[in-house]
T-cell receptor, first 114, second 114 residues
């Protein structure tokens, strides 16, 4: 099992450019999440999808859109990148059934917006 | 509102010594799951230990153990026999049993000194 995979690992954008971060999990998890991590601020939730076909805003959704393409894939789109979106982005998934409940994380994407 | 507070931004410990990282949380839920995650310089988020709130017994995983005080809403992590590989950022997190959103603290940066 690959677990949670993210692409790309690194990306540099110019202000105003758009891009999509891809995330996939092979653990048959129902819930998927996108976080951003900035120094001193921990992990902040951007969007999450509790189950296939649903998405909800988290703490910092402005400037982002998401798509739960199917049960495996959950993408994050920046329509018009801004320097404030320079961050490390993590995708995560969890089962929410049984006694597990912990989140499994992807390796992260370091995004720089110039 | 559900919040997680880690009041120690940075800590250090001598190799082979014991260190305790603090975490408090606020929730009106009666059942939930608590976690400690480790993030080494590689950026990968790794689950260290988890605790189910309805279990009174404190969880242990080898050198890692927790002190879970439900009434005080406290969930501290004790690392015994600290090793250089324990140098990392540590995040406390919880999820209520009735919800889908995880709540993370801002992290504690731990340095193990040789």
């Amino acid at each position: 099992n690959a677990g949670v995979t993210q692409t790309p690992k690194f990306q540099v954008l110019k202000t105003g450019q758009s891009m999509t971060l891809q995330c996939a999990q092979d653990m048959n998890h129902n819930s998927m999440y996108w976080y951003r991590q900035d120094p001193g601020m921990g992990l902040r939730l951007i969007y999450y999808s509790a189950s296939e076909g649903t998405t909800d805003k988290g703490e910092v959704p402005n400037g982002y859109n998401v798509s739960r393409l199917n049960k495996r894939e959950f993408s994050l789109r920046l329509e018009s990148a801004a320097p404030s979106q320079t961050s490390v982005y993590f995708c995560a998934s969890t089962s929410r059934f049984g006694s597990y409940n912990e989140q499994f994380f992807g390796p992260g994407t370091r995004l720089t917006v110039l | 509102a559900q919040t997680v507070t880690q009041s120690q931004p940075e800590m250090s410990v001598q190799e082979a010594e014991t260190v305790t990282l603090s975490c408090t949380y606020d929730t009106s839920e009666s059942n939930y799951y608590l976690f400690w995650y480790k993030q080494p310089p590689s950026r990968q988020m790794i689950l260290v230990i988890r605790q189910e709130a309805y279990k009174q017994q404190n969880a242990t995983e080898n050198r890692f153990s927790v002190n879970f005080q439900k009434a005080a809403k406290s969930f501290s992590l004790k690392i015994s026999d600290s090793q250089l590989g324990d140098t990392a950022m540590y995040f406390c997190a919880f999820i209520p049993n009735t919800g889908n959103q995880f709540y993370f603290g801002t992290g504690t940066s731990l340095t193990v000194i040789p």
